[in-house]
T-cell receptor
């Protein structure tokens, strides 16, 4: 089965700096990679996703990159703000099966 | 309208009791899921149903029994609750096709006394 590893488990950055979260996956059949943000006490919410036929995708301050050969994908947040503080989950998917990373707790220090 | 709705939002009960959590989605999705999120924040898949049929049953004690009366509903019944069952349980749904995200409910916080 698929195995998704996510690093780091915790990340603290100063407001305005960039944050990078990295994930690796094991199953080459995975072809869809969503990222979720979970604020304290809330549900996970999709913030960006990337499909296997694309190497990079950007949405304002958030970008995701995918390297299918190396089986890794990353989330990049630029110009971080205190409201970016949350737990972030990567996932790898094929069909209707989703495999989540273990989460990264991001703290943005004002 | 809430896309994926779970009830109740909070559930506090005694060890040994039996309880149910309900989930409904109005997105027309074919696949529904139950996840358990413990204090370490891991999102652990428990069950997945596609069009009312079980497709994933991870190593979950048989005290947990999902029931899907139709593809818009996936309820979770838990018998003989134990202290270790305390967690937040999330329901989610997805279209079932490749390359489409899951949508999560707001979660049910289960506390066992």
């Amino acid at each position: 089965g698929e195995n998704v590893e996510q690093h780091p488990s915790t990340l603290s950055v100063q407001e305005g700096d960039s944050a990078v979260i990295k994930c690796t996956y094991s199953d080459s059949a995975s072809n869809y990679f969503p990222w979720y943000k979970q604020e304290l006490g809330k549900r996970p919410q999709l913030i960006i996703d990337i499909r296997s036929n694309v190497g990079e995708k950007k949405d304002q301050r958030i970008a995701v990159t995918l390297n299918k050969t190396a089986k890794h994908f990353s989330l990049h947040i630029t110009e971080t703000q205190p409201e970016d503080s949350a737990v972030y989950f990567c996932a790898a998917s094929y069909g209707n099966q989703f495999y989540f990373g273990t989460g990264t707790s991001l703290t943005v220090i004002p | 309208d809430t896309a994926v709705s779970q009830t109740p939002k909070y559930l506090v009960t005694q060890m040994g009791n039996d309880k149910s959590i309900k989930c409904e989605q109005n997105l027309g999705h074919d696949t529904m899921y139950w996840y358990k999120q413990d204090s370490k924040k891991f999102l652990k898949i428990m069950f997945s149903y596609n069009n009312k049929e079980l497709i994933i049953n991870e190593t979950v004690p048989n005290r947990f029994s999902p029931k899907s009366p139709d593809k818009a509903h996936l309820n979770l019944h838990i018998n003989s609750l134990e202290l270790g069952d305390s967690a937040v349980y999330f329901c989610a749904s997805s279209p079932g096709d490749s390359n489409q995200p899951q949508h999560f409910g707001d979660g049910t916080r289960l506390s066992i006394l």
